[in-house]
């Protein structure tokens, strides 16, 4: 990779089955990019964002696969935690603040070009 990535990715997300079937989705999501990026050999970066994980729950990094052969996508999971989350009006009634999760990946982006998206 170079030290400019061409995109990063953003994404947030926690380990709390939010839809159904959520870490299934997001594995689809994960092996997806990976393998584009590997497929068209591009400098990619995906940044996670996971916002206030449960703690009854394992950690998205632990809870997932984040390795497809010969990918140059780079994987970060950044966690904002329980604390930090608290601090925002309606902390109670939300689990996740998912514009403000994901302006925290987008603040933390490299890339050339930035996608921010769901998984």
């Excluded at 990535?5 to 997001?26: E, F």
């Excluded at 092996?31 to 449960?54: A, C, F, H, K, M």
Aim: aromatic share 6%; hydrophobic share 40%; glycine share 4%.
């Amino acid at each position: 990779m170079t030290n400019t990535p061409y995109l990063s990715v953003v994404a947030t997300a926690r380990n709390d089955n939010h839809g159904g079937n959520m870490l299934r989705r997001m594995q689809i999501f994960i092996n997806g990019l990976l393998e584009q990026s590997r497929r068209y050999q591009l400098d990619t970066v995906l940044i996670i964002v996971e916002w206030n994980p449960p703690t009854d729950k394992p950690r998205l990094a632990e809870a997932l696969s984040w390795s497809v052969p010969n990918s140059p996508c780079v994987v970060r999971v950044i966690e904002v935690p329980p604390d930090i989350h608290r601090q925002f009006n309606h902390a109670a009634a939300l689990p996740l603040f998912q514009m403000i999760a994901k302006n925290v990946g987008i603040r933390r982006a490299q890339g050339e070009f930035v996608l921010a998206t769901n998984t």
